[in-house]
């Protein structure tokens, strides 16, 4: 008998150490009951320490990969993930205007918690305008969320939810504006803000130095989970228990010296 899970696709890059990039993605995919399918836009030289290098490839090259896809699989969702660069936003947002996915996560990936720059910093711009107003989930932490709005970085929770809105306004059918980074150690706090609910949901600070590839796992488990939940908000909500489960287990696994895996 055949079966047919709900199709993801990854549009990101590889993170050879395993923990983040298409590699976090594809795990979380298979984990949460999710067929998984990837689009590389670039590949990173790293392991946990750090990132010593980046490798793009050709926009002709990701514009076939993505082409040659939809010809023939139907994709429920989509997650994008780290882009590099101008160039890659461009051709990845004329792909998808082309091919119309119905679910898009798009995870503004901008500076590795290593703080190498995965990001151009003048391609801000060319997300905000192109590819903002294609997600229909948004998912900035505290830091991206000031850049996408050119602004400091939000230190109450009324500027959050301030920021919040504003990038609703940017175009973003919602928004779940992570707190992972804010400075409270008792809880790691998530704003999600859609255009009539703002929830914040609230869990128990994971306190571990091992929390590589936290971020894509989120993303990617709101595209694996969408299909299978009635609502965004019931997505968003399973998919940041998955996280924090990922999180608590992070320090049994040991990789690397650096800033270790979350454990899927
Ligand atoms: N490498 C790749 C390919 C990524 O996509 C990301 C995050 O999106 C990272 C590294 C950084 O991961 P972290 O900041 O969780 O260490």
Partial sequence: MSTSPPVALTIATSDPSGGAGIQA?????????????????????????????????????I?????TLFADV?????????????????????????HRPGTVVLDPVM????????????????????LVPMADLLTPNLPEAA??????????????ERQAVGLCALGARRVLLKGGHAEDQDESADLYVDSDT???LRVPRVLTTNSHGTGCTLSSAVAALR??????????????????????AADTLAVGSGNGPVHH
């Fill in 25 to 61: 993605d594809l795990k979380t995919f298979s984990a949460l009951g999710a067929y998984g399918t990837a689009v590389l836009v670039a590949l990173t030289a790293q392991n946990t320490r750090g990132v010593t290098g980046i490798h793009v490839i050709p926009s002709s090259f």
């Fill in 63 to 67: 514009t076939e990969q993505i082409d």
């Fill in 74 to 98: 139907h994709v429920d969702a989509v997650k994008i993930g780290m882009l590099a660069e101008s160039a890659v936003i461009h051709t990845v947002a004329e792909a998808l205007r082309r």
């Fill in 111 to 130: 500076v590795a918690t290593s703080g190498d720059r995965l990001l151009e910093k003048d391609a801000v711009r060319d997300l905000r305008e192109q």
């Fill in 147 to 160: 850049a996408l709005l050119d602004e400091e970085t939000a230190r109450t929770r009324a500027e959050v």
């Fill in 198 to 200: 703002m929830t914040w």
């Fill in 227 to 248: 299909p299978q939940r009635p609502d965004w908000e019931s997505a968003v909500r399973d998919a940041k228990a998955y996280v924090t489960d990922a999180l608590a």
